[in-house]
């Protein structure tokens, strides 16, 4: 990393100068009528090399994949392969709305995706237009949703365990659920007499993430599926794990009713710095009626979308979860990814992400603190009962770890164990890897217990920059930046 | 397999250190019956690059890309240029392959983009904040009615005819599964809304879009004032942002909060994803804004830095009490937007921003000369409706063949609007050259005669 100020754009303004060359305005008659914007936008003048070599510097202050082993638990951090960026640049240059009969390859790579989303779950159907993993709960709750209306029944409560990420509840909540939370059993699954005392005629959904988020497998969830579905419920499985079973458990034969998928995690599209993703969401036969618009169809003359509820037969979409046709970008890089591994190669997939983690499991139970008792799935969970006394904390470690050159594991999520340090290492990392890493971490278990305080609570000290004050950037927020509050270049006499 | 490092030698000992036999018995908790015994069958096995590669680009070659045809398509997508720098920019692996900038300190990178982006998004709309980004202007659309429901407390929402339609389908369909009322009006490319009417006591927000689908261009400042006057939020929807370079930003007119669908900027059509949602609001109500933010801080040595902040709005720290589910933004292509609105500066947009209307004036002059056509718009900045004399939708297929890619008809959005039926979407950009225009006026007027 390169510790190299770097000031903002609109500090390197020079009015007038431009990176792009443009000729001048053709002749015309202005349709403006009075609707031209008055003074300027007061955006800053640079040149093109300027811009290039500020962005390359910006990059240089960022920990990537490319970079760094990045265990961040529940993101699934594995490489991305550039040959998903060389395809998807194919269909770049293509409108949404042209004609579909100059679309064919775009919507057969859509249904192409599609069919391989529904054999690797054994799923016979998919809803591909969802944006995100949220935006795929929020889907798949409106499926079930628009199916209880049809059955005639109002269900309010989904029930969601505690260990689940934040989106479950939150997306529960945004379509009117009541949420009826379920802790987490002694062996880290979720608790199943809680569960089944929870189930009822009230109750919609129960969302479930298998493997879970403290990296195990819900053993029990072919007979938690039975319960749910004696309860006339649906089973909503979180699939932001699918990553550690792709190609070697499917959905279907758990039981699952809807599942979304994180393209960008268990098939590789970029992370991006927090996005794009994609989330398609896969469905069972009484769901599949209701899935939104559009959706692509196959018959004798082609590919076609189903952009309107009108022209849908006998489905009833339940409506439009965002514009166009979904995340075309991140269908041609999965679609990619997966043919390149093949149904071999993704067995392979699940297997080695597996067996990353339990290396890892094992390899540091003796100095950290386990949270449960292995074999876990793709990523092994800890908390901070070894740092008992010690003054150091989970963020500590995080912190410690960066300066030794690795990206921090997820810390403090999820939330059923005291500070958790969520460790996932994906299938693409060696063993070389690991083994540096679990050098460090073993290291720096032994300092904290030591009572190396000062070197973890002074860490990072080798980055761009040291901790950052959160309490005062959320205390008077600074979202921008304005003139008046210009800072000097060097940063000095901030805010 | 090339993306998978493990040699049969190193799991041997991982394996051994872990204290199984195999692979498999780190499976043992998934049910028997639901543990396959093999790779998948009926499927492909692995490939080589060249192979996968060979078969993408045999997709591919079954499209015909916007750039091989003279082009005339907008609706909510527009095809600019984009420069090479910011494809090249975007695909630096710190960028490309890091994710949401849990840890700032090694995430400096990101966070300084993300400020520049919120900068330029607040300056562009003319609003006060702006957060990090949202899937795409239609979604964000449906966000901001949610957040005028949250602000004003009420739950009915007033949505203009000539919002983008996949904008009004996204509030329809929050409306039914989140419980608010969804007051849509009817298309038309040429009757004035009276919006001002439909205010009342239950109203949250008033929706509408500017330049309008149809391409008109309006002032809502009056409008403006009515909503405040009633206790109502506007939000104004842009879906060509580039437009902003050009003529009067919602702010300027009172918008309490505006959405936007980035793309226009840094990013190409890629068959409508992904795209970029603009999301911008008065100061006042941050704090029920949904998404992402970054914000200005210092570090343990005085310095200035960015980190995420206001996450007490957030699923992750607030889970069924959040502002929005949503987790992730449009990051890269949030990037890509800010890197070409770098190289584009103050006047590199302007310059952009006149020449697509320049061009647009040039194109409507021509093709309301031809027979049995007229533009229905008094005005519009870069995207305009032509009334053909037949069916457009039959037309543009007819024109695909040559290959001329027409437009949008509008019947594509509004299946059996007999109304509509015979209506063009036509727009022109700085790519638009004078031989695409002459292609355009003659197959048009070969096609309507």
């Not at chain 1, 699918?242 to 998928?261: K, S, T």
């Not at chain 2, 080589?48 to 993408?56: D, F, I, L, Q």
Request: proline letters at 6%; one cysteine or more.
């Amino acid at each position: 990393m390169i510790d190299m100020e770097q000031p903002l754009i609109f500090e390197q303004d020079a009015p007038g100068r431009c990176g792009v060359d443009l000729p001048s305005v053709p002749a015309h008659k202005s349709r403006l009528g009075n609707r031209k914007r008055k003074g300027g936008v007061g955006l800053p003048g640079l040149s093109e090399p300027q811009v290039v070599r500020h962005y390359t510097r910006l990059s240089q202050k960022n920990y990537g994949i490319d970079s760094v082993f990045y265990p961040l638990g529940s993101c699934t951090m594995k490489h991305n392969p550039r040959l998903n960026e060389k395809c998807a640049r194919l269909f770049g240059d293509l409108h949404p709305m042209q004609p579909q009969s100059t679309v064919q390859g775009a919507l057969e790579v859509i249904d192409q995706l599609a069919g391989w989303l529904k054999t690797l779950t054994g799923m016979p159907s998919v809803a591909m237009s969802p944006a995100a993993g949220a935006h795929g709960e929020f889907c798949g709750l409106a499926v079930i949703k628009a199916a209880l209306e049809v059955r005639g029944e109002k269900r309010t409560k989904v029930i969601v365990p505690e260990s689940a990420h934040g989106t479950n509840p939150a997306t529960a909540a945004a379509l009117g659920f009541t949420i009826e939370a379920v802790p987490a059993d002694a062996t880290g699954r979720v608790d199943h007499a809680a569960l089944k005392a929870k189930l009822g005629p009230d109750v919609a959904a129960i969302m479930l993430t298998n493997p879970n988020t403290c990296g195990l497998f819900e053993r029990d969830i072919r007979t938690i599926a039975d319960e749910v579905h004696k309860a006339g419920a649906y089973f909503y499985c979180d699939g932001a794990n699918f990553n550690a079973i792709v190609g070697r458990v499917r959905p279907a034969d758990l039981g699952i009713d809807v599942m979304h998928i994180n393209l960008h995690k268990t098939f590789s599209t970029p992370h991006g710095g927090g996005g794009p993703g994609a989330g398609p969401v896969m469905l069972a036969e009484s769901l599949a009626p209701f899935a939104p618009v559009p959706y692509v169809v196959h018959d004798a003359k082609g590919f076609r979308l189903v952009e309107h509820a009108k022209d849908a037969g006998s489905n009833k979409p339940f409506g439009r979860m965002k514009g166009f046709h979904g995340q075309m970008g991140m269908f041609t890089r999965a679609l990619t990814y997966i043919l390149s591994h093949g149904a071999d190669g993704l067995w392979q997939v699940a297997s080695d992400a597996v067996l990353n983690a339990n290396y890892v499991l094992a390899s540091l139970k003796d100095v950290m603190s386990a949270s449960y008792d292995g074999p876990c799935m793709h990523e092994a969970l800890f908390d901070d009962r070894f740092l008992k006394d010690t003054e150091i904390t989970t963020l500590d470690i995080a912190k410690a770890l960066i300066d030794r050159g690795f990206h921090p594991m997820t810390m403090y999520f999820p939330l059923v164990v005291h500070g958790a340090f969520l460790i996932e290492p994906t299938e693409t990392e060696s063993k070389q890897t690991l083994d540096a890493f679990i050098a460090a971490m073993r290291d720096l278990a032994q300092k904290a217990k030591a009572g190396s305080v000062e070197m973890f609570k002074q860490a990072p000290r080798f980055t761009p920059r040291r901790r950052l004050d959160e309490t005062l950037a959320a205390r008077s927020p600074i979202l921008r930046w304005k003139l008046e509050e210009a800072l000097d270049v060097s940063g000095k006499n901030a805010a | 397999m090339r993306y998978l490092p493990l040699t049969d030698k190193d799991r041997t000992a991982m394996l051994a250190k872990i204290g199984v036999a195999s692979v498999n018995d780190l499976f043992v908790d998934v049910p028997k019956a639901a543990h396959l015994d093999g790779p998948v069958k009926g499927l492909p096995l692995h490939q080589p690059e060249y192979e996968v590669e060979r078969h993408m680009a045999s997709l591919a070659a079954k499209n015909i890309t916007a750039g091989s045809a003279p082009f005339f398509l907008g609706a909510g997508a527009y095809r600019h240029h984009v420069p090479a720098s910011v494809d090249h920019l975007i695909q630096r692996g710190e960028f490309m392959t890091s994710y949401t900038p849990y840890q700032p300190e090694v995430s400096q990178g990101t966070l300084q983009y993300l400020f520049e982006f919120q900068t330029q998004v607040a300056l562009l709309t003319g609003m006060e904040v702006a957060n990090a980004s949202m899937y795409d202007g239609a979604s964000a659309c449906g966000e901001a009615v949610m957040m005028a429901n949250r602000v004003t407390r009420k739950n009915r929402a007033v949505v203009s005819g000539n919002l983008h339609p996949h904008y009004r389908d996204v509030i329809a369909t929050m409306s039914r599964m989140t419980d608010f009322v969804a007051d849509l009006q009817v298309p038309s490319p040429v009757a004035i809304e009276n919006l001002t009417a439909l205010i009342d006591d239950q109203t949250s927000c008033v929706v509408v879009q500017n330049p309008d689908v149809f391409g008109n261009l309006h002032d809502y400042s009056a409008l403006a004032a009515s909503c405040q006057a009633k206790g109502a939020l506007l939000i104004v929807a842009v879906t060509e942002i580039v437009s902003l370079g050009l003529i009067t930003p919602p702010g300027a007119m009172g918008a309490d909060i505006v959405v936007a669908e980035g793309q226009g900027i840094g990013n190409g059509l890629n068959f409508g994803g992904p795209y970029l949602g603009l999301f911008a609001c008065r100061e006042k109500y941050l704090r029920q804004m949904p998404g992402r933010v970054c914000g200005q801080t210092l570090d343990a040595d005085n310095r200035r830095g960015f980190v995420l902040t206001l996450s007490a709005r957030e699923q992750h720290i607030r889970r069924e009490k959040a502002t929005s589910n949503i987790c992730t933004n449009s990051g890269l292509c949030a990037l890509a937007f800010t890197i070409h609105l770098s190289l584009l500066g103050e006047a590199g947009l302007t310059r952009l921003a006149e020449t697509n209307h320049a061009k647009t004036c040039q194109l409507a002059d021509k093709l309301a000369a031809l027979p049995g056509c007229k533009v229905l718009n008094s005005s519009f900045f870069n995207e305009f409706t032509l009334e053909l004399p037949k069916p457009a939708e039959t037309v543009v297929e007819q024109l695909a063949k040559k290959p001329i890619l027409a437009g949008v008809p509008l019947s594509r959005f509004y299946p059996g609007d007999k109304a509509l039926a015979n209506l063009l979407l036509i727009t022109a950009t700085e790519l638009t050259t004078d031989a695409d225009m002459d292609a355009l006026a003659s197959a048009l007027k070969e096609a309507c005669q």
